[in-house]
């Protein structure tokens, strides 16, 4: 991968992280809002899912708008306009405790992503056309950078958050701007895109065609499911973990964990995740995009299954050998499902830039597709995660997780018919 290639990912990571870092930051913020606002109301599970939700429901609905733009002006030049968006949002998140303002903070934050996903997506597309092996390492690391930054700045908020209060948002406001001079000073246009900007492009009208592309339409809910069930816990697990819920004193994982204890862990589940994510965007001309996929969800159900173990197995000083190994297998269950689980979105992103192959002058609206299906996933992993924890606690966002992953399964037989290779698994993938 040449530099601009290596700056686009690096600005992905720190623009990720500064995202983030806002969301978890801002779950913190308004566990304890009324102590840094006292006319503020107490705020429960099912308003932070409202927020969450409020932010992709932005992302879903500017992504497409942003990624034809991308297509006729250029995906370096929109990709600059992400880091401004956001930088405004926190800034205004630190001056404010009122939740009107804050959910119009959470609709910038949105567009901060709905301007940058789809050109960052378009701009890898175009810089890797006809070489199979660079897209699949672009695609693992583009999603390594997504994830890697967004849990970084899910691993930092609480600490920081715990040393600042609400001046961590104007800090975040400088990350932001980090990011903005790793685009403009480290990303060249690639090569090909003054061509692909001249070429006939989509407009809103014919969006909803590319939408009725085969690959489109079978991959949409598999990868609206995998992302309904990471924005359940995005949104949920955070302000779940800190604090104790005497409604379900027979759940483990409701007991109350300090920044520390939540930090450890969420370090871990990077690590788990991340490595899962390169080791299979290395694997593209190996597997089948739909093989990581599928081996993705069923990891990911195992998961929840084991995430139920976990929960109600007591671990302390008064547990038996018994309940201690059966602690250690869960746990490893949910490593292992998690590092499965991770294949999937490259896969995904991998199956999207296939498509964008005989869509030369629309790359930028057929990538932004990531973005509306992860937004349409994100509001309703969010929104269910909010129901789910306020009905059974972690047990609750167990069975929401194992029930969205199954509705992934559906679609992903006849996907697979669709995607075929010319000359054995080592061959690009195409779909018909």
Do not use: C
Not at 322 to 342: D, K, M, N, S
Not at 354 to 363: A, K, T
């Amino acid at each position: 991968m040449d530099r601009s290639l290596w700056s686009v990912l690096f600005g992905t990571f720190t623009l990720r992280f500064s995202t983030g870092l806002t969301g978890a930051m801002l779950t913190t913020y308004l566990a304890k809002l009324p102590a840094y606002h006292p006319e503020a109301p107490p705020i429960d599970a099912l308003t932070v899912g409202v927020f969450a939700a409020t932010f992709y429901l932005a992302e879903l609905v500017l992504s497409p708008f942003f990624g034809i733009l991308s297509d006729r002006l250029g995906h370096h030049r929109v990709m600059l306009w992400g880091p401004l968006f956001g930088a405004v949002a926190v800034v205004m998140t630190a001056l404010t405790g009122n939740l009107v303002v804050l959910g119009a903070t959470r609709l910038l934050e949105g567009s901060s992503t709905a301007a940058s996903i789809p050109s960052i997506l378009g701009y890898i597309a175009i810089a890797t056309a006809g070489n199979e092996a660079l897209r699949g390492r672009a695609a693992s690391r583009f999603e390594a950078a997504t994830l890697a930054g967004l849990g970084m700045g899910f691993i930092i908020a609480p600490k920081l958050f715990e040393a600042l209060g609400p001046t961590a948002f104007l800090l975040n406001a400088v990350f932001y701007g980090g990011s903005f001079a790793i685009y403009f000073f480290g990303v060249k246009d690639p090569s090909g895109e003054k061509e692909a900007v001249t070429r006939e492009h989509t407009s809103l009208k014919r969006y909803a065609e590319l939408v009725q592309h085969s690959g489109v339409r079978l991959l949409a809910p598999t990868w609206i499911a995998v992302n309904g069930a990471i924005g359940l816990w995005f949104s949920q697990s955070l302000f779940q973990f800190q604090r104790a819920d005497p409604r379900f004193p027979d759940q483990w994982l409701l007991q109350g964990f300090s920044a520390n204890q939540i930090t450890i862990g969420a370090l871990a589940i990077a690590v788990i995740f991340g490595a899962g994510i390169f080791w299979w965007g290395n694997r593209f001309e190996r597997y089948r995009r739909t093989t990581i996929i599928l081996l993705g969800v069923l990891g990911g159900i195992a998961l929840a299954a084991a995430g139920m173990v976990v929960n109600h197995t007591a671990f302390g000083a008064g547990t038996s050998v018994v309940q201690a190994g059966l602690v250690v297998a869960a746990v490893l269950v949910v490593a292992g499902g998690l590092f499965v689980l991770a294949g999937a979105t490259p896969a995904a992103v991998g199956l999207l830039a296939d498509v964008s192959e005989q869509f030369p002058g629309d790359r930028g609206a057929i990538m932004g597709l990531y973005s509306v299906f992860l937004g349409i996933g994100q509001i309703g992993g969010a929104l269910l995660g909010g129901i789910a924890a306020e009905w059974r606690g972690m047990d609750g966002l167990m069975l929401g997780t194992g029930a969205i992953l199954a509705l992934a399964l559906l679609p992903l037989r006849q996907l697979r018919r669709t995607e075929h290779y010319d000359a054995g698994p080592g061959a690009p993938a195409s779909l018909d």
